[in-house]
């Protein structure tokens, strides 16, 4: 099995395959908690927080996860969808007035930052301070010990003030539920663990939503017969968003884990201890699993295999809403702006620098 050397001297293994991640994902006898202890190897320095839900194993994550998952089920986040479509297209025809157009602004950013703004009871308009804690945690180079303490405190000093307001004014919110549970059962979700949760939600709900969104356009307009097929028949969406999720690489491993036991993996021995990566991006280009797997094909009956949600207990709870969302969008663009193109040569798009997720900082298109 590969070993990794990272930037700090530390090593790791690599987990690759489909079956492989699946099970280091999946099993038990891989500990999430271990990984993001302090000191052991990331690729993530920002992110690895130790409280949080994507930081804990069971029992504690499978209490937490108890209180929000109904919230993100596909029943509950299908009630949505009208919603989801009004924003789309409320955006779409703002962006209809002028060409070109940055998607990134028109659409990618604002759509599902107002969706989970609504679900949380945050106003948009008062997101910026929790965003900036967000930033600093998809990031791969570490803020200094003064700028992650500055972002942490105005984060916690805004949803403080929220959660009063919520208190005084309760709303049908997601934030006002999560206060009710804590006045009511402390025990049951501690201060920390509901200031940790609305910030991880919120994080969560943003930013790679977005860089899915604009990475696929841009594979899209690059593969145009793909496009072109879905301007035929809009139908192909849903299918298309998940071929999406499978070929466009969101960002390398972060979630690791650490064998707490000696573990046989098909492509070879994990030892107690041993830090491993779960590759998500190249157990969806396994070819035992999808053939060919460097085709794009937004018809692939098979696409929805991909891991890019995770696998087992960590499986995405936002991932009905990031799909649903996806679709929304694809469908708003191929119905209305059937010749929709780069508005420049894809070269000059620029990256976010240093983020986990990093898609075009802006996306030129015209139609």
């Not at 025809?93 to 599902?112: F, G, K, S, Y």
């Not at 804690?133 to 500055?150: D, F, K, Y």
């Not at 699993?289 to 098979?302: A, G, H, L, M, T």
Request: with cysteine; charged share 20%.
């Amino acid at each position: 099995m590969p070993v990794v050397r990272l930037a700090s001297g530390q090593h790791g293994r690599l987990a690759t395959r489909h079956a492989d991640v699946r099970t280091v994902l999946a099993d038990g006898r891989f500990s999430r908690a271990e990984a993001v202890k302090p000191g052991m190897p990331t690729i993530m320095p920002g992110g690895n927080l130790p409280e949080t839900i994507t930081s804990l194993d069971a029992p504690e994550h499978t209490r937490l996860r108890g209180l929000v998952a109904k919230a993100f089920t596909f029943r509950a986040v299908s009630r949505l969808r009208p919603r989801i479509d009004e924003v789309v297209d409320e955006l779409l025809t703002t962006m209809a007035r002028e060409q070109p157009a940055d998607l990134v602004a028109a659409l990618a950013e604002p759509l599902p930052a107002t969706i989970i703004c609504e679900m949380l009871g945050i106003p948009l308009a008062e997101r910026k301070v929790c965003y900036a804690w967000v930033l600093q945690r998809a990031t791969t180079v570490a803020p200094t010990a003064g700028e992650r303490e500055a972002a942490t405190s105005q984060a916690v000093s805004y949803l403080t003030g929220l959660f009063a307001r919520r208190r005084a004014e309760p709303a049908d919110d997601l934030v006002t539920a999560l206060v009710q549970v804590h006045d009511e059962d402390g025990d049951r979700l501690s201060e920390r663990e509901l200031l940790t949760i609305v910030l991880t939600l919120f994080a969560a709900g943003q930013e790679t939503t977005s860089s899915q969104l604009t990475k696929s356009l841009v594979l899209l307009f690059r593969h145009r017969d793909q496009w072109d097929r879905l301007v035929d028949d809009p139908g192909l969406v849903p299918g298309a968003v998940e071929e999406m999720l499978r070929v466009v690489r969101i960002g390398p491993s972060t979630f690791t884990r650490v064998a707490l036991t000696d573990v046989e993996l098909t492509a070879g021995t994990i030892a107690a201890g041993e830090t491993v990566f779960p590759v998500l991006p190249a157990a969806n280009y396994d070819p035992d699993i999808f053939p060919d797997p460097e085709r794009i094909d937004v018809s692939r009956p098979n696409a929805s295999s991909h891991l890019t949600f995770g696998h087992g207990m960590h499986y995405c709870l936002g991932a009905p809403l990031a799909r649903l969302e996806l679709a929304a969008a694809m469908h708003g663009l191929v119905s209305r702006f059937p010749r929709l193109h780069l508005a420049v040569p894809e070269a000059e798009l620029t990256w976010a620098p240093d983020s986990l997720v990093g898609g075009p900082t802006a996306l030129p298109v015209a139609w």
